[in-house]
C-alpha cells in the first residue's frame, strides 16, 4: 500500500499544484 | 517489482499524463507562436508559454469537464441504473444501500478506514468522500478556467483595441461558454453511449466489461 499511497498524493498534489499555478497566472494577467 | 505491478493502472495513467502534457506545450507553442508570426506579434519561449493564460485555459476547460464526468457518474450511478450494464447497479439496487451492504456503523470491520471505525460525522463525510474531492477538483478547474479565459480572452481584446472584460463580464460571455459547453457535451456522449454500448458489447478480460458470454439482460453485481 505504500506506493499506492504515494500515487494518491501525488495525484492530488499535481492536481492542487497546477490549479494553483492557474489561479496565479490568472491573478498575474500573463 | 510486486509493487510497481499492483499499481500498474495509476502508474502507466500518470506517465502518459505528463508525456500528453508536455506534448501539448510543445505543440501548443508552435501553434501560439504561428500565430503571432501571422498577426505581427512577438514570439515567446516555452517557459512564457506554459505560464501563459493561453495554456492555463486549455489546460483547465479539458480538466473540469472530465472531472464533472466522473462526478455525475459517481452520483447518478448511485440511483439511475442502465440494466445489463457492467457500469450500472442491477435495477431495484439503486439508493445509498443499508450499513450491513457498505459494512459501516454497526457493521464496520476492524479493517476498515479510520473515519469509518470512528463512526458518526467522520464516517458521514468519509462516505461521499470521493464525490466530494472530484466534485471539488471539478469546481476548482472551472474557476480556473475562468480566471485564466479571462486573461487569454482579453489579450485578444487589447490587440484588436477593445476595451478588456471583467472576470463577471467573461463568465457571462459567448467565449466562456462555448469552451465550457463544447467539453461538457462530449464527455456526457462518451458517457452515457459507454453505459449503454456495454449492455451489447463486450471486452474480454476487462471489469468494465460484462464477462464475452454474459446475456445482454444480466446486470453483473459490482
Known amino acids: 500500500m505504500r506506493l499506492a499511497r504515494a500515487l494518491f498524493i501525488g495525484y492530488l498534489a499535481l492536481i492542487v499544484l497546477v490549479l494553483a499555478a492557474i489561479f496565479v497566472i490568472g491573478a498575474l494577467a500573463r | ?222
Open chain 2, 1 to 222: 517489482m510486486r509493487q510497481i505491478r499492483d499499481n500498474s493502472l495509476s502508474i502507466a495513467f500518470g506517465l502518459l499524463l505528463l508525456i500528453t502534457l508536455a506534448a501539448q506545450s510543445i505543440v501548443g507553442l508552435a501553434d501560439y507562436n504561428s500565430s503571432a508570426r501571422t498577426d505581427g506579434l512577438a514570439e515567446i519561449d516555452w517557459w512564457r508559454y506554459i505560464t501563459s493564460s493561453s495554456f492555463a485555459v486549455d489546460v483547465a476547460e479539458n480538466w473540469q469537464s472530465e472531472y464533472l464526468q466522473f462526478t455525475l457518474y459517481i452520483l447518478l450511478t448511485v440511483w439511475l441504473v442502465q440494466r445489463g450494464s457492467s457500469e450500472s447497479k442491477p435495477p431495484g439496487e439503486g439508493g445509498l444501500e443499508s450499513d450491513r451492504e457498505q459494512r459501516m456503523g454497526a457493521f464496520a470491520e476492524p479493517e476498515s478506514p479510520a473515519p469509518v471505525r470512528a463512526g458518526g460525522w467522520w464516517s458521514g463525510i468519509y462516505s461521499a468522500s470521493l464525490t466530494t474531492v472530484m466534485a471539488g477538483i471539478f469546481l476548482l478547474s472551472w474557476a480556473a478556467q475562468g480566471v485564466a479565459g479571462r486573461v487569454a480572452f482579453n489579450e485578444g481584446r487589447l490587440r484588436d483595441q477593445l476595451d478588456p472584460l471583467s472576470l463577471g463580464g467573461y463568465l457571462t460571455s459567448p467565449d466562456f461558454w462555448v469552451r465550457t459547453l463544447q467539453n461538457w457535451q462530449s464527455e456526457l456522449l462518451a458517457v452515457g453511449s459507454m453505459a449503454i454500448f456495454a449492455v451489447f458489447l463486450r471486452q474480454r478480460g476487462s471489469p468494465e466489461s460484462k464477462e464475452v458470454g454474459a446475456p445482454h439482460s444480466e446486470t453483473p453485481p459490482p
